[in-house]
């Protein structure tokens, strides 16, 4: 079935350093996105959000960015530090639902 | 933000018993709430949609009378894991939506461990 998947599943970054975690996702009636960030044994957290009529989106320190051409989704975490270390899930939210489909998510290690 | 809040956060049972997971929404009310399943290194999977005042929404391939689902006010939702075994043993999540369409709040979770 449709789902939404990640290319890398391990990503090691050295601190101050620009990340990049990127995910692809294949059901094209998607129309909201979101990355979540979850630490051990902790819940998810919402980090940003896209909507379908986007192609970029920027917070504090993050960014989103969708092309919706490739069907890819990808989260940039600039001057990365040790407390980014988690794992990122995208999700993406089908058309007429508000229910979030979670990606496989990508291990972020931050090395000072 | 909304807060969702899980108890207990870690329980250990042994093969046989049930095992229940509340969620809590603490300062909002939720007619619905969603309960995830997660394992090891993996991606949380939707196991069900719990309503309140009505009977839960399960995802195929769930066992409904194995994960038995109450919604028994605004605020909170319990998963009874029934008869649990070791494949049972996961974490287990729940969320919330707020008020803006899309919005959810995670509960920091239910790790499950049955012996």
């Known amino acids: 079935g449709e789902s939404v998947g990640l290319h890398l599943p391990t990503l090691s970054v050295q601190e101050g350093d620009n990340s990049i975690i990127n995910c692809a996702y294949s059901?094209?009636?998607?129309?909201?996105f979101i990355w979540y960030k979850q630490e051990s044994g902790k819940g998810p957290q919402f980090i940003i959000d896209i909507r379908s009529n986007m192609d970029k989106r920027q917070g504090q320190r993050v960014t989103v960015l969708l092309n919706k051409t490739v069907k890819h989704l990808s989260l940039q975490i600039a001057a990365t530090q040790p407390g980014d270390s988690a794992v990122y899930f995208c999700a993406e939210n089908r058309g007429g639902s508000y229910i979030p489909t979670f990606g496989r998510g990508t291990s972020l290690i931050v090395h000072p | 933000g909304a807060v969702v809040s899980q108890h207990p956060s870690w329980v250990i049972c042994k093969s046989g018993t049930s095992v229940k997971i509340e969620c809590r929404s603490l300062?909002?009310?939720?007619?619905?709430m969603f309960w995830y399943r997660q394992f090891p290194k993996q991606s949380l999977m939707l196991m069900a949609t719990s309503n309140e005042g009505s009977k839960a929404t399960y995802e195929q391939g769930v066992e409904k009378d194995k994960f038995l689902i109450n919604h028994a006010s605004l605020t909170l939702s319990t998963l009874t894991v029934t008869s649990a075994h070791p494949e049972d043993s996961s974490f287990y999540i729940c969320s919330a939506p707020g008020d803006y369409y899309n919005e959810q709040f995670f509960g920091p979770g239910t790790r499950l461990t049955v012996l």
């Open positions: 059901n094209s009636a998607s129309d909201y």
């Open positions: 300062d909002f009310q939720a007619t619905t």
